[in-house]
């Protein structure tokens, strides 16, 4: 009703209402996330009256929040930012200060490892300087352990301050999901309390500064809150209920951690955090130390690589071979966190080098001497032609081996050094097939004489794994031992022809059955059944044959000497015995030749005289074999030759023959390197640029080559490389030996002090090198993120200004809200004061 | 725009707090002397300086090296310098046995100073260094270098292994000399070589016995013998020219080295004194303005 009372209360019960919310704005100045509330004050509905509309006051609507949707999310976003740069800034900070540390970063360590090398460099024979290296040494792996704990350190505390971050958004998302329940009640957000949708921002605000979070608002202002790459992925809180966000480590990767939702329920793993305290902290995890731990763990293992392989390389104080300097702890293999000196004893330290050369004093030259090893790469073969090379016994290989018609010979492969027991045999070879065998050197050790027609030649070449400079030479074909001298190439058991071993028979003994010591049988050596009458041309030829080392005659000879002997003899075993050797009687067996030994300690040795022929042994029933006894002492190169004469315009890969060979041998033990040091070799100079290499143990010529003019020239032996500072001239002797007790050489010191400029890391980086680059890394991240924290610094205060523009209390209009209230407030009572003077008016009418 | 008032206190806190904290860093600054104080300071530097550090750490040992290889050349230097003199002695002693005025009896004085001085140039050969190698075997440091054979001639028992030492970047300095180097054989004219203690022992042996022609051949075989010393005499001082030459390029590259440190690391004190009192003014505006703005309130106003 339009009266001046009703009207005037309206108004007093209006601003009463304005007042009370302007009063409660100021009580909440300092609320945290509180939204300024407004009042709306509507005028009443008018009343008719005659021909026009009277008002009839006012009334208070509603509290209206200030609030702008918005700025608000804008608001959560920049928060995520910004708050995503802090943990990684922190960290990364730490993290620089660990590796950029004198006392705890590598590169004082390698330093001062690098440094008492070089002072063990100058004092080779000194204990003081070794045990110094090896403190230092353990210095280095002590620091690789301390650097690798403080990276434990930081992956802990990360994952440690990730878990309880994950704790509070949990709790954060249940209680949305409480104020969710509670929005439920109203249809309409502008209907629901401001308080409660204050909290409701308040909890999405702290939720978006743990992780980046998207939210969709309903009609009654509930909320859907998903962290996933679209609204519908990775869903915390829908209506009124909440899911749990978890995190354990990734079954694949142990090191890495992995998100999961409602782990319990129906799993939902996220792939990738971002935004928030927590994916700043993944950030730090995945880009910065997991790549800091990576690289010092590659760094802890080339190290270790490097300086092993240099110490294997050489001395130590008591003339043995250097181990490994550096290993891993059990179960750390490969981790900075393993590293560890294994040697403990200071006589262990290999500073020499394995070799050493020695001038002559009396030398009539002035050049000096010095020696390094390199491993040799030779061209050619590096092993017995496929498939001989898997003839270790009790495997036996065959291979059929055409002979080129261009060249005469085929190269049928290297027996390494350390090769036993090797049996290599020809079969049914032609009468101008045979094997040979070679040094690196072209010096031929078995076969036959190949310098007429040049084949010799050709195949001394470094195309055939011939050292440079070598030449053919046959002054040890065929060398077998005198009772004077020994010839032999190295004093090595080398036989060409068919060979019979003493052999052995088990015995038992009768009372408890355990094997006994063999008995020894003489050796016996029996061939094929003679077929035709080959073979008495074939023994009819002088020279042709040997038995033990004695020329055989042939059957003329013996009838010039004792005419009552059959010329030609009736079989083959009275042509042997006929000869007269002793230690030896040969009968025929089923027309086979069968000759015994009649002592047990000697073998039996058919050989090659020098007319005779592959093709001149199978006639009397045997095949034509190599045998090497014992274990190579050097490399050797085996050929298969053809001296029929060559077609003259052969086809390219046509063959002159073909021919079978059968190879067996025992293991492969030692190598080269090694027997090169037991040997002790002397180079000496026949002329001004001629030189032999002799092995003074075995006395035998293994090298003989032309040097050139150069004025600081330098020589090669398999693997070795001597280096004259002049010219050495007639008569210099040097000798080259495994430096047994030079204490003093410092050689392999030298190189591992080298080690500190090798760019052995990838990159074409030193080790210090690499460290650095690390550290330089992590340093730029720390400043990028310094520079990202300063501009989201800025852009989350302009949006914080912001929002505090709409929904902030600012006291002083509070302050001139109220007055302007109180005034309004006064009015409409005075209104109602009028409107009571009014009415006592008309109850005075009398 | 409206400021909210919890706005305008945060505001302003803020403001004076990140004032405060680099008034503190300045402060701690000055008083370490150092512009970075710890590596995350300033992480771009960081990895200079720890490249700088380590460059002049080795510097340093290289140094320290080449110091204590010096001891080393000047005992080499002292037994040369001897030896030297001590031929100089045997060549006047020779001078004087070929004489012909000399009688026997004369004669066989001056082989038993020959025979002394021989006697000395022996131990000096077999000279020891301060950690007790033998400074002339080679790298068998721990044999005499000379030692005495059943016929009482004196044989050669170390090696002719030359050793290098670190001396540098790239760069090694020769360190030993063998003996059969200093007191190498004579090469005579019918192309015969002789070892150096052999040679002597003939020409004392001729001076006992007076035979004229064995010490004419004696005084050629010293001539040779005194060249060759003073060649030793020579590498040996030049190996030492080469260290000391290390030595000082050394010190320059430290020098360098350490001035780039210091530009680094090290703090400019104007410099820091004029940020420091900006700063201090700096943050006193702050807190004046603060105390002012703060009290004014319409509440105060309205009564």
Not at chain 1, 303 to 315: E, L, Y
Request: net charge negative; aromatic share 6%.
């Amino acid at each position: 009703m339009s009266d001046l009372l009703t009207i005037g209360s309206s108004g007093v019960t209006a601003y009463q209402h304005a007042l009370v919310t302007v009063s409660n704005n100021i009580a909440n100045v300092s609320t945290d996330g509180y939204a300024r509330q407004d009042v709306s004050i509507s005028a009443n509905a008018p009343t008719p009256l005659g021909g026009s509309y009277i008002g009839s006051g006012s009334s208070f609507d509603r509290v209206r929040r200030q609030y702008d949707a918005f700025i608000e999310s804008n608001l959560r976003s920049s928060n995520s930012d910004l708050k995503s740069q802090e943990p990684l800034l922190s960290y990364v900070n730490r993290l620089i200060d660990v590796m950029g540390d004198q006392n705890i970063g590598m590169t004082s360590a390698m330093n001062q490892f690098f440094e008492s090398a070089r002072s063990l460099a100058s004092d080779a024979a000194s204990q003081v300087s070794r045990s110094n290296f090896l403190r230092d040494s353990d210095g280095l792996a002590a620091r690789f352990q301390q650097l690798s704990s403080q990276f434990e350190l930081l992956d802990n505390e990360t994952h440690q301050s990730i878990q309880a971050d994950v704790g509070q958004v949990n709790s954060i998302t249940k209680q949305l999901a409480e104020i969710n329940r509670q929005l439920t009640k109203e249809s309409s957000a502008s209907r629901q309390p401001s308080e409660l949708l204050d909290q409701r921002d308040l909890l999405l605000r702290n939720l978006s500064g743990l992780v980046a979070v998207k939210t969709q608002f309903a009609e009654n202002g509930s909320v859907l809150v998903s962290m996933g790459d679209t609204l519908n992925q990775g869903i915390l809180v829908r209506d009124s209920t909440s899911r749990d966000l978890s995190v354990q480590p990734s079954a694949a990767d142990p090191t890495k951690l992995q998100f999961t939702i409602d782990a319990y329920g129906t799993p939902e793993s996220l792939p990738v955090m971002t935004g928030g305290k927590i994916g700043g902290t993944m950030t730090f995890r995945d880009q910065v130390l997991s790549p800091a731990v990576d690289s010092i763990d590659n760094l802890a293992k080339s190290m270790v690589t490097q300086i092993n392989s240099i110490h294997r390389d050489g001395i130590d104080a008591e003339g043995a071979i250097g181990a490994d300097l550096f290993g891993f702890a059990a179960g750390q293999e490969g981790k900075a966190g393993g590293v560890r000196v294994i040697i403990q004893d200071s006589t262990r330290v290999a500073a020499a080098s394995q070799f050493r050369i020695i001038d002559n004093p009396l030398n009539p030259g002035t050049a000096l001497a010095r020696i390094a090893y390199d491993t040799p790469q030779y061209a050619g073969p590096t092993s017995l032609a496929t498939p001989l090379d898997t003839a270790q016994a009790p495997q036996i290989a065959t291979l059929n081996r055409d002979v080129p018609a261009n060249q005469g010979y085929s190269n049928l492969g290297l027996v390494r050094a350390g090769t036993q027991n090797l049996v290599m045999t020809l079969s049914n070879p032609s009468a101008t097939q045979s094997l040979q065998v070679f040094t690196r050197d072209g010096r031929q050790l078995l076969g036959t004489d190949l310098s007429a027609n040049n084949i010799g030649q050709s195949i001394v070449q470094a195309a055939n794994g011939m050292e440079a400079g070598a030449v053919y030479n046959t002054d040890l074909l065929n060398a077998q031992p005198t009772a004077s001298a020994d010839p032999r190439y190295l004093d090595m058991d080398l036989f060409m022809g068919a060979k019979a071993d003493v052999g052995t028979e088990m015995r038992f003994d009768p009372v408890t059955n355990k094997p006994i010591d063999p008995l020894a049988i003489p050796a016996k050596l029996t061939g094929r059944a003679v077929v035709g009458t080959d073979w008495q041309s074939a023994i009819a030829k002088a020279g042709a044959f040997t038995l033990n080392g004695v020329a055989l005659k042939t059957p003329s000879a013996l009838q010039s000497a004792d005419p009552s002997v059959n010329n030609p003899p009736t079989d083959l075993a009275e042509w042997i015995n006929n000869q007269g050797i002793s230690g030896i009687t040969a009968t025929m067996e089923n027309g086979a030749l069968q000759i015994t030994r009649t002592n047990t300690q000697q073998d039996i040795r058919l050989g090659l005289g020098a007319n005779g022929t592959g093709a001149d042994l199978a006639t009397l029933g045997f095949d034509t074999s190599v045998y090497v006894g014992g274990a190579a002492k050097d490399d050797l190169l085996v050929f298969v030759t053809d001296t029929a004469p060559l077609p003259a315009n052969a086809a390219p890969n046509s063959a002159l023959s073909t021919a079978t060979v059968t190879a067996q041998f025992q293991a492969v033990q030692g190598d080269l390197k090694q027997m090169l040091r037991a040997q002790s070799l002397q180079v000496t100079f026949t002329s001004d640029n001629q030189y032999e290499i002799r092995d003074k143990l075995s006395d035998t010529v293994l090298a003989t080559r032309q040097l050139g003019n150069e004025a600081a020239p330098t020589i090669q032996f398999r693997g070795l490389t001597l280096s004259f500072s002049t010219h050495p001239k007639s008569g210099d002797q040097f000798t080259i030996d495994g430096n047994k007790d030079g204490i003093g050489n410092n050689d392999a010191m030298l190189k591992l002090v080298d080690l500190e400029k090798g760019k052995v890391m990838p990159g074409n980086q030193t080790m210090t090198e690499a460290y650095i680059e690390q550290v330089n890394k992590v340093g730029s991240v720390a400043k990028q993120a310094a520079i990202s924290k300063q501009a989201m610094t800025v852009v989350n205060q302009q949006a914080q200004q912001a929002r505090d523009g709409v929904s902030g209390v600012s006291l002083d209009q509070e302050a001139s809200e109220l007055v302007r209230f109180q005034q309004a407030y006064q009015a409409n009572a005075k209104t109602m004061q009028v409107a009571s003077q009014l009415f006592d008016a008309i109850l005075q009418l009398r | 725009m409206k400021i909210s008032t919890s706005f305008l206190f945060d505001r302003a806190t803020e403001r004076m707090s990140s004032l405060q904290n680099k008034l503190a860093t300045t402060q701690s600054q000055l008083s370490a002397s150092k512009q970075v104080l710890s590596p995350s300071d300033s992480p771009e530097q960081a990895a200079a300086i720890t490249r700088l550090q380590g460059q002049i750490d080795r510097q340093d040992s290289h140094s320290k090296l080449l110091k204590t290889s010096l001891n080393r050349y000047k005992a080499e230097e002292t037994a040369l310098r001897s030896a030297n003199d001590l031929l100089i002695r045997l060549k006047e002693l020779g001078v004087q046995a070929a004489n012909d005025a000399l009688g026997p009896s004369e004669r066989k004085s001056v082989g038993v100073e020959m025979q002394a001085i021989r006697d000395q140039l022996v131990s000096l050969g077999n000279t020891q260094d301060d950690s007790g190698n033998y400074l002339f075997s080679g790298t068998r440091v721990s044999t005499a270098a000379f030692g005495k054979d059943s016929q009482g001639h004196i044989v050669y028992q170390g090696d002719q292994t030359p050793t290098q030492i670190p001396a540098g970047v790239e760069r090694t300095v020769q360190y030993s000399r063998s003996g059969t180097d200093v007191f190498s054989r004579v090469v005579r004219s019918d192309k015969s070589s002789v070892g150096f203690f052999d040679a002597l022992d003939q020409m004392i042996s001729s001076v006992n016995s007076s035979n004229t022609s064995g010490i004419q051949q004696g005084l050629a075989d010293l001539s040779q013998m005194h060249d060759s010393l003073t060649l030793s005499q020579a590498e040996s001082g030049s190996d030492q020219n080469v260290v000391q030459q290390q030595l000082d390029g050394l010190d320059e590259t430290t020098l360098r080295l350490k001035s780039s440190l210091s530009d680094v690391q090290d703090l400019d004190y104007t410099a820091a004194v004029t940020r420091m009192n900006k700063e201090m003014m700096a943050l006193q505006a702050a807190m004046s303005s603060f105390s002012k703005i703060s009290s004014l309130s319409l509440f105060q106003y309205i009564n």
